[in-house]
């Protein structure tokens, strides 16, 4: 069988117009304005922070980015595909932008709490949206003290919550001596809190009183404990307000550190342990240190190479080891 003729046949194919033009060569010359703009706004945008004005920061800029890079894809006939990815990016950091917005929005305190994130958290750089979750932990309620009435009493009361004053005057005594007073955004147990692990029981060795009706919010050990496991940010932050706090303290109780000659004493200083004083004196001051200040040591002592290791930091301690302390 002879093979067939194709040049009788004549077939002739016709190129088929298109409405785009063919990519023949490279580019001469750089990208347009458009191009370069959206590399700057991904530039900014992958420079934002973790916390949720972050993630706003982050998400706004990577939309005008990936915007501008679907403006230069949509000119380009060559650039189908990135075009594609691009406005399906826009599309997907858009929706993040809207979504975080929403839950900063959708973040309500009443006033009290307000005050207490304006004057103890905003200043530290927490979100609200992590105030928000402190917050839950405490079931967003505030607990009331009428006068003369005792948060806690020496000897007796379970060390079992961390509490902030809102409002209100809690006078702190001890063998029914007066030490100091606490004030509004102050905690109320901060050193009781922090000389305990989490394991451990203890009771506190001071008595706190309302010297006018009191208003403070309390959060519950265990709850607060299982906060720090899954958020270890705001067990960081905690541990920074609450050992502020007991700095704080530890300073307002040197102002009212004399001796019989009416000398003042700092309380930091290994010479207070040796100055002369009543039985009373010398226990007052003692569980001063114990008591108040029991978080400062691993052993709950200011003077850690002078302290006897059998004393508990949570224990009324005889007034005998003060002058060898």
Known sequence: MDPPDFEALNITVQPVATVYRLCEQWTDGSEGSVFHLANIFLFFGFMGGSSFYGLLYLFTFLTLGFFCSTLWAWADPCTTDSFLWNFALFAVCLGQVLHVAYR??????????QELYKCMFKKLGVSLIHFEKIMACSDGEVHTLD?????????????DKLSVLLSGRIRVTVNGEFLHYIYPFQFLDSPEWDSL???EEGVFQVTLSADMPCRYVLWRRKKLYLLFAKHRYIAKIFALV???????????????????????YDLRLPSYC?????????????QLLWDRSACFYPEGCLLPQ??????????SPSPQPLQGC
């Open 242 to 264: 609450v050992r502020n706090d007991i700095t704080e303290k530890l300073y307002s109780l040197n102002d009212k550190a004399f001796d019989r000659s009416r000398h003042q």
């Open 104 to 113: 900063l929005r959708s973040v309500s305190l009443n006033k009290e709490f």
């Open 197 to 199: 692990r989490p394991s």
């Open 147 to 159: 006068k003369d009435h005792c948060f806690a009493i020496e000897g007796k009361t379970a060390i």
């Open 274 to 286: 040796h100055m002369p004083g009543t039985e009373l004196e010398r226990l007052t001051f003692h």
């Open 306 to 315: 002078n302290c006897p290791p059998t004393l508990s930091p949570h224990r």
